[in-house]
């Protein structure tokens, strides 16, 4: 048993990670006290289904939840929901605090904070972010009161599910994206096959484009960086999350992009650890912060278990899905690190972008509708196989006749 095994953890944050450290902790045998605050006064959800069924769902769709009063009972889990910590300092123990009340003290505490939704540099009244249940619920009863005009700010996963689930509802969008095509997180070759299939719903996309100022408060009269004009009912601000790293800093915890932690999510100060979205973690290529679901229960579970004292050593490929219209995109790895991307289409009929290294090592993989194919490929992945991506070429193999020639 680890000395940490005896120790009271507090765990801020009830989201993915929060919420899996702590199931974590008992599922390795931590006997002492566990506590997870979290600052939203409704019980732990999952946030993917905020952008896809609470939105485009019947009225009462709402996420999963993902520990229940009965779970807390059986666990042996406190959770106070409603509850934002916003100081923490560390003498002997770390002491948590609430407007200068002390709530509790705790040997070890895990940061699952998470992100906060960037801002635009021009604020107007009324505008959609979307980032908890909260959100969601606001601009879903906006979207469901009649269809007018949507501008969706940022065509990342969140501004891209947003479009749909409107467009689904007979809202008019018009989406601008300050990079150079839509969708760049998707790549150029599946980005601009879903900018079409967009595109051919009414989708109105404008690439290289900014936001200059916003006049109103629904409707507004929204100036772009190209000189025109576009007028929207609604807009949703898409542009990003910053991560909640302030009570990391308070303790003097090392910051770069959100809080610095080592392979088993142990921050620069001792008996503090940090995971999720609000956590910069060392991987196969490089520091990484992950803004992904997947990541954030793998980070959950391996360091509940770290601190109850258990040897796992952690390797993670990363993983993300996203949900549009009737079709499913996935990325597996690391695109960004790659050399070259190559695009194949797949025996589901959908599309297959590989990432390779510079020894033709597969590094990561995006997908369109070929989601048999992201889960035979995460093997491969893992591995960085390499890949013979001439004799693909030559013979018009699918990427799944690839996949099987690197066995
Ligand atoms: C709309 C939306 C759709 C998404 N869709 C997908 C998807 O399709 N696929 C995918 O892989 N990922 C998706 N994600 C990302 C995924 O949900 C996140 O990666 C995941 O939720 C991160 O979990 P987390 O626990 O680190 O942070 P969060 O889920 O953000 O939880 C952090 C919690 O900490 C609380 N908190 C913050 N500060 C304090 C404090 N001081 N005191 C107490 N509590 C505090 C917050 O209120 C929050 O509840 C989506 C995210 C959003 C917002």
Redesign the pocket.
């Known amino acids: 048993m680890s000395a940490e095994n005896a120790a009271r953890v507090a765990v801020?944050?009830?989201?993915?990670?929060?919420i899996a450290a702590a199931r974590s902790l008992r599922d390795h045998g931590h006997r002492a006290s566990i506590t997870v605050?979290?600052?939203?006064s409704l019980p732990p959800y999952d946030?993917?289904q905020?952008?896809k069924e609470v939105l485009s769902g019947p009225a009462d769709t709402v996420p999963r939840v993902l520990l229940s009063e009965q779970e807390c009972r059986d666990l042996g889990i406190d959770l106070r929901a409603g509850?934002?910590?916003?100081a923490l300092d560390r003498t002997e123990v770390f002491q948590l605090r609430t407007e200068g009340v002390l709530l509790a003290e705790a040997e070890v505490v895990v940061l699952?904070?998470?992100?906060r939704s960037r801002h635009l540099a021009t604020q107007a009244e009324g505008l959609h972010h979307?980032?908890s249940w909260l959100d969601a619920a606001s601009l879903r009863s906006a979207l469901a009161r009649r269809a007018g005009r949507l501008l969706v700010v940022g065509s990342g996963?969140?501004g891209m599910e947003v479009a749909a689930a409107a467009m689904s509802r007979g809202w008019q969008v018009v989406a601008v994206e300050a990079r150079s095509r839509l969708f760049p997180g998707l790549g150029p070759r599946i980005g601009d096959h879903v900018a079409a299939m967009f595109a051919e719903r009414g989708l109105d996309g404008r690439p290289a484009t900014t936001v200059t100022s916003v006049e109103g408060a629904g409707p507004y009269l929204v100036q772009l960086s190209d000189g025109s004009q576009v007028e929207a009912d609604e807009i949703l601000v898409g542009v990003g999350g910053v991560p909640?790293d302030a009570?990391a800093r308070q303790v003097g915890a090392a910051i770069g992009d959100g809080v610095l932690v080592d392979a088993a999510f142990r921050t620069s100060v001792p008996g503090l650890y940090a995971i999720?979205?609000?956590a910069s973690c060392p991987g196969r290529w490089g520091r990484t912060r992950h803004?992904?679901?997947?990541?954030?229960q793998e980070h959950g579970s391996h360091c509940g278990a770290v601190i109850a004292g258990a040897e796992i050593p952690f390797d993670h490929l990363p993983w993300?899905?996203?949900d549009v219209f009737d079709h499913r995109i996935e990325i597996l790895g690391s695109p960004r690190a790659a050399r070259s991307s190559h695009t194949l289409r797949s025996n589901e009929g959908g599309l297959v972008d590989l990432h390779l290294g510079q020894e033709g090592e597969l590094l990561g993989v995006t997908t369109f509708d070929a989601t048999r194919f992201a889960r035979k490929a995460r093997a491969a992945t893992r591995r960085a196989a390499r890949v013979d991506l001439e004799r693909a070429a030559v013979s018009g193999q699918t990427a799944e006749a690839v996949l099987e020639a690197i066995g």
């Open positions: 801020i944050g009830a989201g993915a990670a929060g605050f979290g600052e939203e946030r993917p905020l952008s509850t934002r910590i916003d699952a904070t998470g992100l979307l980032r996963f969140v909640n009570l999720g979205d609000v803004e992904h679901w997947r990541t954030a993300v899905w996203s």
